[in-house]
């Protein structure tokens, strides 16, 4: 079937460590995006990708970090940089130039313990 | 400084009535419209898009848009308790399609 696979599903971290979210997506699409969403916040842009070798930060890029080196991954880091990491981060992608709905990976819980 | 806003509810409705949720957006020059649906605790899920004036159907739910007053709404009829959610509205423009502004969803709850 093809859809976006984000993992791990729930990760726990230390103060200080860096972390990496996975996405892989099988569905050809040409931009990838990363969210965080916080409660009450709603969903803010960390990074987004339009094609491979490339990427754009979005609205809170500080504290994280991507590679865009194959269509089919976008993986996110989370640095110790990211002074409040704690939130549930949705990967998502869509066609690009030739259409902008976006489909959603079904998400990574990140705690910091 | 672009805005999507909703309310943020709850909207509380019957089971079996029509429940209306909308959104209105500061960009005049948006020209795509998404509903999506969250449950608790998962991902956004697509409901329905809309370009056009007008409304648009897809069996229970319709979506209409008003570029003249700047909003859309998403009508569910007949609704039924697995409807209870957090409807996301998301707004894009042709300067920039690939990022879509988002409001912050409306709560709701639909009471068998």
């Known amino acids: 079937d093809g859809g976006i696979t984000q993992s791990p599903k729930y990760l726990f971290r230390k103060e200080g460590q860096n972390v990496t979210l996975s996405c892989e997506q099988n569905?050809?699409?040409?931009?990838m995006y990363w969210y965080r969403q916080d409660p009450g916040q709603g969903l803010r842009l960390i990074y987004y990708?339009?094609?491979?070798?490339?990427?754009q930060k979005g609205d809170i890029a500080e504290g994280y970090s991507v590679s865009r080196e194959k269509k089919e991954s976008f993986p996110l880091t989370v640095t110790s940089a990211q002074k409040n990491p704690t939130a549930f981060y949705l990967c998502?992608?869509?066609?690009?130039?030739?259409?902008?709905?976006?489909?959603f990976g079904e998400g990574s819980w990140l705690t910091v313990v | 400084q672009k805005e999507v806003e909703q309310n943020s509810g709850p909207l509380s409705v019957p089971e079996g009535a029509i429940a209306s949720l909308n959104c209105t957006y500061s960009?005049?020059?948006?020209?795509?419209f998404f509903w999506y649906r969250q449950y608790s605790g998962k991902s956004p899920e697509l409901i329905m898009f809309?370009?056009s004036n007008g409304d648009k159907e897809d069996g229970r739910f319709t979506a209409q848009l008003n570029k003249a007053s700047q909003y859309v709404s998403l009508l569910i009829r007949d609704s039924q308790p697995s409807d209870s959610a957090t409807y996301l509205c998301a707004v894009g423009n042709a300067g920039n399609n690939r990022k879509l502004i988002w409001g912050l969803g409306t709560s709701l709850a639909v009471n068998p």
């Open positions: 809309i370009y």
């Open positions: 990708s339009q094609i491979v070798n490339d990427f």
């Open positions: 998502a992608s869509n066609e690009g130039h030739t259409g902008n709905t976006i489909y």
């Open positions: 960009d005049r020059g948006s020209q795509s």
């Open positions: 569905l050809n699409h040409d931009a």
